[in-house]
């Protein structure tokens, strides 16, 4: 009997957790890991505040890191953290580095597979980068993501933070990064695409 009692608390523990609670992966670069600022200021923090208890939110993201690198992690944090939701933070530092758009794409398609395959529902971040890499290559990197969320039919956060960079303040001295003054906004953007995914 009292085998069966444990059995039935731990069932209920797990439908209650399944029931009351979401759990959202975080898959980034510097842009979400916090690069010089205090990672609790970081909008990924910001937006723990707003979804509250009923969420968790696992940052996955490690400065510098691309594609390829997220798409090596993501299979392990997976079975690890078994997230209900994945936004593909990842990209940029691709395109800085002037890598082929077409292998980038691939590897957000397979995390993106990846996801689906372990039932979590994958978010892209779209991205974009400065305008000296020429015109052609900057607006082909853009149109990625959007012809990727077709193609797969998953939500796309579009990239809206253009303003940060013309606002004093709001990147850091290297003229990349956004500074801590500049995290709420970046949650915000966020915040409104998950609000139509996601009840908050």
């Known amino acids: 009997m009292r085998q069966i009692i444990k059995r039935l608390c731990c069932l209920f523990l797990v439908l209650g957790a399944n029931a009351y609670?979401?759990?959202?992966?975080?898959?980034?670069?510097?842009?979400?890991?916090?690069?010089?600022?205090?990672?609790k200021n970081g909008w990924v923090n910001?937006?723990?505040?707003?979804?509250?208890?009923?969420?968790?939110?696992?940052?996955?993201?490690?400065?510098?890191?691309?594609?390829?690198?997220?798409?090596?992690?993501?299979p392990l944090l997976?079975?690890?953290?078994?997230?209900?939701?994945?936004?593909?933070?990842?990209?940029?530092?691709?395109?800085?580095?002037?890598?082929p758009l077409r292998l980038m794409k691939e590897n957000l398609a397979k995390m993106i597979a990846l996801c689906?395959?372990?039932k979590a529902t994958p978010i892209l971040?779209?991205?974009?980068?400065?305008?000296n890499y020429g015109r052609r290559y900057t607006e082909a990197f853009a149109e990625v993501y959007t012809q990727l969320a077709e193609e797969t039919n998953v939500n796309?956060?579009?990239?809206?933070?253009?303003q940060l960079a013309?606002?004093?303040?709001?990147?850091q001295q290297d003229g990349l990064h956004p500074t801590e003054k500049a995290q709420p906004a970046i949650k915000d953007v966020v915040a409104k695409s998950l609000r139509s995914l996601i009840e908050f």
């Open 21 to 39: 609670g979401s759990t959202l992966l975080v898959l980034g670069d510097s842009l979400s890991a916090g690069y010089g600022i205090d990672p």
């Open 46 to 74: 910001l937006l723990q505040n707003d979804l509250g208890p009923a969420y968790t939110i696992i940052n996955g993201s490690i400065s510098g890191d691309t594609t390829g690198g997220g798409l090596a992690r993501l």
């Open 78 to 99: 997976l079975e690890k953290f078994q997230p209900d939701y994945v936004i593909l933070e990842l990209g940029g530092n691709d395109g800085l580095r002037g890598q």
């Open 116 to 118: 689906t395959g372990a």
């Open 125 to 131: 971040f779209g991205m974009r980068i400065p305008p």
């Open 156 to 162: 796309l956060i579009p990239f809206q933070l253009d």
């Open 166 to 171: 013309i606002t004093e303040d709001m990147i």
